[in-house]
């Protein structure tokens, strides 16, 4: 299966690179600049995301994740440096995010099938120090094209969502998406993860693209979401164990 990638070409500059045979639909997004181009997420790792991102553009590729999920840095192997944010920055060395086995136990829970060259045995969890620690408000500079970095905690701690100023385009990772969000891992902070909807919900927004799921947002999920979590707050709920809470577009686990 060499076509395990799907490409959407979003503008002349922007591309989503998604894993629709997957059941977690991770999407990965490459931003490109004049001088340098940017990779927003890499992806589960059973596929070549480089090979893909190279046939796109032949500038350097800055690589980062919006959290140091599993499922968000399979591909980072396959690149000599990556970013991360100053609170996950040991996340790919010391400090394991997911075990071995329950990676490859989601790997296979949603897959069909993997590429032919997949091999699931040879999957190992990458371990390598990051080139450039991120923080708030940091500007990932690609040229004519300047995206800023915002801390956004909650669903993780060092979670950032990547802002491109002059498209008006957001990158939300797992802080906003269709389906269930997930704010009940030990690492997660219910009351965080609203505090950083607020604090992107009057953001001059476009277009809305998460790292899950549906592509076809309306930029109006960020104020939804937030108000759905302050609707938890107001209930008194908003902390672990509280259950499942679901409005519709979207499921909020605590
Ligand atoms: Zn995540
Ligand atoms: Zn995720």
Not at 112 to 133: C, M, S
Not at 180 to 202: C, G, H, M
């Amino acid at each position: 299966m060499s076509n395990w990638f799907s490409i959407e070409k979003i503008d002349k500059i922007t591309y989503a690179l998604s894993e629709y045979k997957h059941s977690e639909i991770p999407h990965s997004y490459l931003l490109i600049g004049n001088e340098k181009a940017l990779l927003i997420d890499s992806g589960l790792g059973v596929s070549n995301i480089r090979e893909e991102v190279e046939k796109l553009t032949d500038l350097e590729v800055i690589v980062l994740s919006t959290h140091i999920h599993w499922d968000h840095v399979g591909g980072h192997k396959l690149f000599d440096k990556y970013y991360v944010h100053e609170n996950e920055k040991n996340w790919m060395t010391e400090k394991p995010f997911f075990t071995l086995e329950c990676i490859k136990q989601n790997l296979v829970r949603g897959a069909n099938e993997f590429p032919k060259d997949f091999v699931l045995d040879d999957y190992e969890i990458f371990k390598k120090e990051p080139e450039r620690i991120l923080k708030d408000e940091d500007i990932i500079d690609l040229g004519d094209r300047k995206i800023k970095v915002i801390h956004t905690p909650g669903h993780s701690p060092g979670h950032i969502c990547l802002y491109d100023i002059k498209n008006k385009y957001i990158f939300t990772g797992d802080l906003v998406y269709r389906g269930t969000l997930y704010a009940f891992f030990p690492t997660s902070n219910p009351v965080d993860f609203k505090n950083s909807l607020e604090k992107i919900k009057d953001l001059d927004v476009k277009r809305v693209f998460p790292g899950h799921n549906s592509l076809d947002l309306s930029p109006s999920i960020i104020p939804r979401a937030y108000e759905a979590f302050k609707d938890i707050e107001e209930k008194g709920m908003l902390k672990h164990g509280s259950g499942l809470f679901d409005y519709d577009e979207f499921r909020i686990l605590l």
